[in-house]
């Protein structure tokens, strides 16, 4: 692993965590805000960018699909979670990202066991995978 990839890593794990813990709570859920926990960030080095995914612990349950853009034309993507029991979500509409950019979509899902993150390239057809994570 590279030194770049390395670092990438490192920061698209702390990108993904800072937007989840901006939630606002309600009273009722005041108190399971201290049981956010996020389990380790898993990424496939793709030619122009990181695709990863997280499992989120606590509220809200679920995963965190991301993808991070460094080189290349900008693309017009869409998130789906893919889970090995079968369950399978779309994120809510095609997005476009450029270079420069990240852009992440939280499935508030439950524990649906192990699951990755499928992106697909709406223009080619190309489908690109995260590995799979849990929830931890």
Same mark, same amino acid.
């Given at each position: 692993m590279t030194l770049r990839r390395k670092l990438s890593s490192l920061v698209l794990? %702390?990108?993904?965590?800072?937007?989840l813990t901006a939630f606002s709570a309600?009273?009722?859920q005041a108190?399971?805000? $201290?049981?956010? $926990?996020?389990?380790?960030? *898993?990424?496939?080095?793709l030619t122009n960018g990181d695709l990863c995914a997280t499992g989120i612990s606590g509220s809200p349950d679920g995963y965190d699909a991301a993808y991070a853009k460094y080189s290349g034309s900008t693309v017009t993507v869409r998130f789906r979670l893919m889970c090995i029991?079968?369950?399978? *979500?779309?994120d809510n509409g095609a997005f476009s990202i450029s270079a420069g950019q990240r852009k992440? !979509?939280? !499935?508030? %899902? $439950?524990?649906?066991?192990?699951?990755?993150?499928?992106? *697909?390239?709406?223009n080619s $057809?190309?489908? &690109? &995978?995260?590995?799979y994570v849990v929830i931890p």
């Open positions: 794990a %702390v990108a993904c965590a800072v937007p309600t009273e009722a108190g399971t805000m $201290g049981t956010l $926990g996020f389990g380790p960030t *898993k990424c496939s080095y029991n079968g369950f399978q *979500k779309d992440s !979509f939280v !499935f508030s %899902v $439950g524990d649906q066991g192990s699951c990755r993150v499928r992106m *697909k390239d709406v $057809g190309a489908y &690109y &995978y995260s590995p």
